[in-house]
């Protein structure tokens, strides 16, 4: 089976703009989490998606919100970039428990 | 609230140099505990999942254990293949809360030739 993936893998963006990221889990999972890591945070939870309902959302500003799609496909959108943004952007697909991640979309703020 | 801490940060041995990480948890009910590898720039990759004490999991040359507090990855003879950061995590929440994991800090390991 393909792996999560992840688009972009890489992007940059300034202060004040909003952007999308995508999730395409493996085929037959219809959990997506979304998780952010940076440096002085570590990994930390965002939201979960289960059959187009958020399950789950951790401890984030509004800005942040996702979506996930008929087809279990997910996206993420933060608007109103801000420097603190910038980070990796992992997404995880699961099936019994066990979260499988993508490889991530670098998001730089400048 | 649940909390999971890795130890030590950092770790450099040396080819074939054996040794352990360690996971400490604080969960209200454990429901497992899962440890992955994560290279530089990537997505975390899966390793083992425990899901109660005593139970023990081997995948080439590394050993996960878990007791009623902690969980252990034992690295037997290492190469230097294997450096990368390890991560534990555990579900954190209740069981109705699907898929959240609590994730510690990581053990970046180094493996010296």
């Known amino acids: 089976k393909a792996g999560v993936t992840q688009t972009p893998r890489y992007l940059i963006k300034t202060r004040g703009q909003q952007v999308t990221l995508s999730c395409s889990p493996i085929?037959?999972?219809?959990?997506v989490s979304w998780y952010q890591q940076t440096p002085g945070q570590g990994l930390q939870f965002l939201f979960e998606?289960?059959?187009?309902?958020?399950?789950n959302k951790g401890n984030f500003p509004g800005r942040f919100s996702g979506r996930q799609f008929s087809n279990s496909r997910s996206e993420m959108n933060v608007s109103t970039l801000e420097l603190g943004d910038s980070a990796l952007y992992l997404c995880?697909?699961?099936?019994?428990?066990?979260?499988?991640f993508g490889p991530g979309t670098r998001l730089t703020v400048l | 609230e649940d909390q999971v801490t890795q130890s030590p940060e950092a770790l450099r041995l040396q080819e074939g140099e054996s040794s352990s990480l360690n996971c400490s948890y604080t969960?209200?009910?454990?429901?497992?505990l899962f440890w992955y590898r994560q290279d530089p720039g990537k997505g975390p990759e899966f390793l083992f999942t425990?899901?109660?004490a005593g139970e023990e999991k081997e995948k080439e040359r590394l050993k996960a254990t878990l007791t009623k507090k902690e969980s252990f990855l034992h690295i037997t003879a290492p190469k230097p293949e294997d450096s990368a950061t390890y991560l534990c995590?555990?579900?954190?929440?209740?069981?109705?809360?699907?898929?959240?994991?609590?994730f510690g800090e990581g053990t970046q390991l180094t493996v010296n030739p």
């Open positions: 998606y289960f059959s187009e309902t958020q399950r």
């Open positions: 085929s037959g999972h219809r959990s």
């Open positions: 425990l899901y109660s």
């Open positions: 969960v209200s009910g454990l429901r497992g």
């Open positions: 995590a555990v579900p954190a929440g209740p069981e109705t809360s699907g898929s959240r994991l609590t």
């Open positions: 995880a697909s699961s099936a019994r428990g066990v979260q499988f």
